[in-house]
């Protein structure tokens, strides 16, 4: 049981360019979420998906996209990377509301 | 939405002594979770506690959801303790709203 694992663990970016950071947990948890934390800050929901084919908006959805193909899996997309996107992104999945995390991936946009 | 306030925002402590974290949010919640974060980033898993009192070892939360805020306590504190204490809550839309943390030092 791998819990919830994330990669890759750094990347670092030019402006404009695209990604996808992975995310996958085998616990068949339902929810699932993306955060990102900025230094010195508490972690803010970038977007949340609450089952297969489901997902919505958090606090600070703007320049990522997702998508909930299967239970396992909740890929976050950057679409044309900015500086502002510099930040360190948690995955988590939940199980009756607990969220477990995953170990982050640290992400430099020059 | 909920503002989630943490206090203190830096505690150092030497090796034994206790301390308590405290965390108000401005409105009812459905969760609440405390998590410690580990020098190397990693987001532990502490408590899941929407109300009453829990403990695990030398760590206990209380969270008292009719006057809006969740205790944390910490007793006879060792190095590996130190790192970043987090609160977040969510009133059951499923948008965890997490404070800015307490950052606590334990000295040797």
């Known amino acids: 049981n791998a819990g919830v694992t994330q990669t890759p663990k750094f990347q670092v970016l030019k402006t404009g360019q695209s990604m996808t950071l992975q995310c996958a947990q085998d616990m068949n948890h339902e929810y699932m979420s993306w955060y990102r934390q900025d230094p010195g800050m508490g972690l803010r929901l970038i977007h949340y998906?609450?089952?297969?084919?489901?997902?919505d908006q958090g606090e600070v959805p703007n320049g990522y996209n997702v998508s909930r193909s299967t239970t396992e899996d909740f890929p976050l997309r950057l679409l044309s990377a900015a500086p502002s996107q510099t930040s360190v992104y948690f995955c988590?999945?939940?199980?009756?509301?607990?969220?477990?995390f995953g170990p982050g991936t640290r992400l430099t946009v020059t | 939405g909920i503002q989630v306030e943490q206090s203190p925002p830096d505690l150092i402590l030497q090796e034994g002594a206790n301390s308590t974290l405290r965390c108000n949010f401005s409105?009812?919640?459905?969760?609440l979770q405390w998590f410690h974060q580990n020098p190397w980033g990693q987001l532990i898993n502490l408590f899941y506690i929407p109300s009453g009192t829990k403990q695990n070892g030398r760590l206990s939360a209380t969270t008292v959801a009719t006057e809006r805020y969740s205790l944390l306590y910490i007793s006879s504190s060792q190095t590996t303790d130190s790192g970043v204490y987090f609160c977040?809550?969510?009133?059951?839309?499923?948008?965890?709203?997490f404070g800015t943390g307490t950052r606590l030092k334990v000295l040797a």
């Open positions: 998906s609450v089952g297969a084919g489901i997902t």
């Open positions: 409105d009812s919640v459905n969760n």
């Open positions: 988590a999945s939940s199980y009756l509301s607990e969220q477990y």
């Open positions: 977040a809550v969510d009133s059951g839309t499923y948008k965890y709203i």
